[in-house]
């Protein structure tokens, strides 16, 4: 035990450290110190500064060069940790390694009076070996000051990381809250907040976490375009351009109706690939005041989906928890596998099946 900060190297390890403290010590690593916070710092500097200042005392024979030895040892040790090569090295090792070295720099100075003598192990020295509290507390407080500097860029990137998640956060919030509020208004296409709905819309869909939520929010935004064009009829409007998305009911010669709106199909018409009662469709024209839409140009609403094909059954594949049919008509390039990523371009019907009109397999 110290009396009067003098300190015999063996009673040291007896009194200071027991077996089961001894063994967890000895298993500690660089990357250890990465989790620790000042209080653990201080312990482990109070726990290894004796046998570092001990092993560089028994070299040099020199109170103030082991004073220094040991508290560039430290200094150096936060560095080192910065190093992810080294994190798995033993702390208890790399000090004595580190003390080794640096004592070796002190007796190449050619300062030492003292020869090496060819030691190669580490033994307590017989003669009686004093440590400072005074210097021993300075080196632990440089050692405390230190570990800021040496953690602060992974702190600063921590806390800028922090600082963007919540950025990203409110922007997400503030963007729900403007979705609640146009989604809620009764806007048209001649209405000054319908570019406003549109763009968030797209913000909707470039936010999607993935297919199936993708889908769903062109679902939601296809009635949209429908209630828009029925707000439109109500009022009595037209001429007017508009879009509207729904499922064909009926198909004749003297008209079709979509989503419950007659539209005139005439020879001028764009029809653009096959067109079957029950599918949901896209009907581009021009809106009448008797409730009419003259269709200029008439397609499958068709949605694009990329994903992982889960299983393959028959004429029925799940991609990324989507179910999906195949019909005579659907183009297949690639070899379809379990596992493999695909792009398919599917049509929707009434009863909300999902149809494939292209797929192409990737790895």
């Known amino acids: 035990m110290p009396v009067n900060g003098?300190?015999?190297?063996?009673?040291?390890?007896?009194?200071?450290?027991?077996?089961?403290?001894?063994?967890?010590?000895?298993?500690?690593?660089?990357?250890?110190?990465?989790?620790?916070?000042?209080?653990?710092?201080?312990?482990?500097?109070?726990?290894?500064?004796?046998?570092?200042?001990q092993f560089a005392y028994y070299r040099l024979h020199d109170d103030q060069l082991s004073e220094t030895v040991t508290r560039d040892v430290f200094l150096e040790l936060l560095k080192e940790t910065r190093n992810t090569a080294s994190q798995q090295r033993n702390l208890s090792g790399w000090l004595m390694?580190?003390?080794?070295?640096?004592?070796?720099?002190?007796?190449?100075?050619?300062?030492?009076?003292?020869?090496?003598?060819?030691?190669?192990?580490?033994?307590?020295?017989?003669?009686?070996?004093?440590i400072d509290p005074?210097?021993?507390?300075?080196?632990?407080?440089?050692?405390?000051?230190?570990?800021?500097?040496?953690?602060?860029?992974?702190?600063?990137?921590?806390?800028?990381?922090?600082?963007?998640?919540?950025?990203?956060?409110?922007?997400?919030?503030?963007?729900?809250?403007?979705?609640?509020?146009?989604?809620?208004?009764?806007?048209?296409?001649?209405?000054s907040m319908y570019r406003l709905r549109r763009l968030v819309e797209e913000a909707r869909l470039?936010?999607?976490?993935?297919?199936?939520?993708?889908?769903?929010?062109?679902?939601?935004?296809?009635?949209?375009?429908?209630?828009?064009?029925q707000t439109l009829i109500r009022a009595g409007r037209g001429p007017l351009q508009v879009t509207l998305?729904?499922?064909?009911?009926?198909?004749?010669?003297?008209?079709?109706?979509?989503?419950d709106i007659p539209v005139s199909v005439s020879p001028e018409t764009q029809l653009i690939g096959k067109i079957e009662p029950g599918?949901?469709?896209?009907?581009?024209?021009?809106?009448?005041?008797?409730?009419?839409?003259?269709?200029?140009?008439?397609?499958?609403?068709?949605?694009?989906v990329r994903g992982k094909i889960q299983r393959i059954q028959d004429n029925q594949w799940i991609i990324d928890n989507i179910p999906v049919q195949l019909s005579p008509d659907t183009i297949l390039r690639g070899q379809a596998a379990a596992g493999?990523?695909?792009?398919?371009v599917v049509y929707r019907m009434l009863d909300d099946r999902l149809v494939a009109r292209w797929i192409e397999v990737g790895n």
């Open 6 to 53: 003098k300190i015999n190297p063996g009673d040291y390890q007896r009194a200071n450290v027991n077996p089961a403290m001894q063994k967890e010590n000895s298993e500690q690593t660089l990357g250890d110190i990465l989790t620790m916070d000042e209080v653990g710092l201080s312990a482990l500097h109070a726990h290894y500064y004796p046998q570092v200042y």
């Open 97 to 130: 390694s580190c003390a080794s070295r640096r004592v070796n720099e002190q007796l190449q100075t050619g300062i030492m009076a003292y020869e090496d003598e060819g030691v190669t192990s580490y033994q307590a020295p017989q003669e009686e070996m004093v």
């Open 134 to 191: 005074e210097a021993q507390e300075m080196s632990r407080r440089q050692f405390l000051d230190a570990a800021p500097r040496s953690h602060r860029k992974r702190r600063m990137l921590s806390i800028k990381w922090l600082k963007w998640t919540a950025a990203v956060l409110a922007a997400l919030l503030l963007l729900s809250l403007l979705v609640s509020l146009v989604v809620s208004l009764q806007v048209t296409p001649q209405s």
């Open 206 to 229: 470039v936010l999607a976490g993935n297919a199936a939520q993708q889908l769903e929010i062109e679902k939601a935004i296809d009635q949209d375009r429908l209630a828009e064009v």
């Open 245 to 259: 998305v729904g499922g064909l009911s009926g198909k004749s010669d003297g008209g079709w109706v979509v989503g």
């Open 279 to 304: 599918m949901i469709i896209q009907v581009s024209g021009m809106l009448q005041p008797d409730g009419t839409i003259q269709a200029q140009r008439v397609q499958p609403r068709e949605y694009t």
């Open 340 to 344: 493999s990523q695909a792009d398919f």
